[in-house]
């Protein structure tokens, strides 16, 4: 697995790590000081936009509790956020990862709180997307430090070039559905992602990933994340409205404000 410095990373190198085993670490993929100002306005976004936002958008664990905010959507509605996905070196890299121009959908924030029980279920990325052809990629970038104790992602290599798994719906808040076959087989192929904050990690949108609970009673797992789609990819309109009713019944089953379905 390619495991590139912001300094001497060679996207060339990268494009073809990626397109081998569907994922890709780039570490300290921000200078410092960008770093740094990245993770101010996310807590200017938590601390002033956040307690606007409907449920579907700012998904809390217990809404009373807000060390229990677990996901935010939708983050290009505020101005600094809708600027940043044109951010030269996100862009750039995307771009040659896809081996197309690529432009960025909104940006997301996840957060795994000290404490939670639950996985993140297998999943492909694109399940969610429905793009055609799958020219569509993850990008995320840890906010903390990552490990197997709290709740470090897990690729199974080469899992895009299989095409999309059977996926079910699931009880996890922000992940609707989940992959029902996955099985030994997948788990033997997983690759730890063990991150440093400032590490980015890549993957494909059809690549297979989960996360398992944090175990820490002390450490969150929060991270940044924008999914760029190439020029070339389109979204087939039958399989997106599928998705969206079925997410929207899941929200509504689950009491989230905001929910619709058609």
């Known amino acids: 697995m390619a495991s590139e410095s912001c300094?001497?990373?060679?996207?060339?190198?990268?494009?073809?790590?990626?397109?081998?085993?569907?994922?890709?670490?780039?570490?300290?993929?921000?200078?410092?000081?960008?770093?740094?100002?990245?993770?101010?306005?996310?807590?200017?976004?938590?601390?002033?936009?956040?307690?606007?936002?409907?449920?579907?958008?700012?998904?809390?664990?217990?809404?009373?509790?807000?060390?229990t905010l677990k996901q935010?959507?939708?983050?290009?509605?505020?101005?600094?956020?809708?600027?940043?996905?044109?951010h030269p070196r996100w862009v750039e890299l995307a771009a040659a990862l896809l081996g197309e121009p690529a432009s960025a959908k909104s940006p997301e924030w996840f957060n795994k709180p000290a404490g939670t029980e639950h996985p993140t279920p297998p999943h492909q990325d694109n399940y969610y997307f429905c793009l055609r052809p799958p020219q569509v990629l993850t990008m995320w970038l840890a906010l903390d430090p990552v490990d197997e104790q709290n709740g470090c992602l897990r690729?199974?290599?080469?899992?895009?070039?299989?095409?999309l798994r059977s996926h079910g719906a699931t009880e996890v808040l922000g992940f609707s559905q989940?992959?029902?076959?996955?099985?030994?087989?997948?788990?033997?192929?997983?690759?730890?992602?063990?991150?440093?904050?400032?590490?980015?990690?890549?993957?494909?949108?059809?690549?297979?990933?989960?996360?398992?609970?944090?175990?820490?009673?002390?450490?969150?797992?929060?991270?940044?994340?924008?999914v760029f789609q190439g020029e070339s990819a389109q979204r087939d309109p039958e399989a997106w409205r599928n998705y969206l009713d079925n997410m929207a019944r899941q929200h509504a089953a689950m009491g989230l404000k905001g929910a619709t379905v058609s």
């Open 7 to 67: 300094s001497d990373a060679n996207w060339n190198q990268l494009a073809h790590e990626y397109r081998d085993v569907g994922h890709i670490v780039v570490r300290q993929f921000l200078p410092a000081e960008e770093f740094q100002e990245l993770r101010q306005q996310i807590d200017r976004y938590i601390a002033e936009v956040v307690p606007r936002l409907p449920d579907t958008h700012a998904f809390f664990q217990d809404r009373q509790r807000p060390e």
């Open 178 to 226: 989940g992959i029902t076959d996955y099985g030994p087989e997948d788990t033997e192929k997983e690759v730890a992602m063990i991150l440093e904050a400032g590490d980015l990690v890549v993957h494909h949108g059809e690549t297979i990933h989960r996360a398992d609970p944090n175990r820490t009673t002390d450490r969150p797992r929060r991270s940044f994340a924008m």
């Open 155 to 163: 690729y199974v290599s080469g899992s895009h070039k299989a095409g």
């Open 72 to 86: 935010m959507q939708h983050m290009g509605t505020d101005p600094w956020f809708e600027a940043y996905t044109r």
